[in-house]
């Protein structure tokens, strides 16, 4: 198990100034939907993307995290529909 | 690694245009992860070589650090690796999976 916070503390060191969602898909504390909207995507493919979130998760992925269903947004993609989710 | 894993994976992902890793089989996948990604490659209706990593954990482990990917199911076609089930389910709904898939069946006739 892991704490939402402690998913997103770990995102925000590696992406400064991103905005990350974390929602509990299951409330068990292991599969967790995570949206990260952060400038540093803008001209990066999806592996790209998916890899610089990945990378700062690395030692949680697999042990105390065991799915994590990811979107990956710069500022600009963000509709005005997805706005309400972003704390 | 007495077994040559990696080699493995090489070879099967060279073998055949399109190969999913994924947990349980294309006919009773193990997570809904893996049942999304056959779901959404079973629209093309093309041949999927599906690798079952829970029956071999050595080469679960192996895929993943191939791909430097942490993840399961991971998807490879023509060779390459594509990417996880948000990324193959993002590239369907924008229509950029069926090219791609289309270019490496092709190829290998």
């Not at chain 2, 049942?35 to 482990?61: F, G, Q």
């Not at chain 2, 990917?69 to 023509?78: A, D, E, K, R, S």
Request: hydrophobic share 40%; with cysteine; charged share 25%.
């Amino acid at each position: 198990m892991i704490a939402p916070d402690e998913i997103r503390n770990k995102i925000q060191a590696a992406l400064p100034g991103s905005a990350v969602t974390v929602r509990d898909m299951t409330g068990g504390g292991d599969h967790y939907e995570v949206e990260v909207v952060s400038q540093a995507f803008a001209g990066m493919s999806a592996i790209q993307r998916h890899r610089m979130v990945y990378t700062p998760l690395k030692d949680v992925l697999g042990a105390a995290l065991h799915a994590l269903a990811l979107k990956t947004r710069t500022p600009d993609e963000v509709t005005p529909a997805d706005q309400e989710e972003t704390p | 690694m007495s077994r040559k894993v990696m080699d493995e994976i090489r070879s099967e992902i060279q073998e055949h245009p399109l190969v999913l890793y994924m947990k349980g089989t294309k006919e009773a996948p193990q997570c809904g992860f893996s049942a999304t990604m056959v779901e959404v490659l079973s629209s093309y209706s093309l041949p999927i070589k599906d690798i079952n990593v829970l029956e071999d954990p050595e080469k679960w482990a192996a895929v993943k650090e191939f791909s430097e990917w942490p993840t399961i199911p991971q998807i490879y076609v023509g060779g390459e690796f594509i990417g996880g089930c948000d990324i193959v389910r993002e590239m369907h709904a924008k229509g950029e999976l069926e090219p791609v898939l289309r270019k490496a069946t092709e190829s290998k006739d």
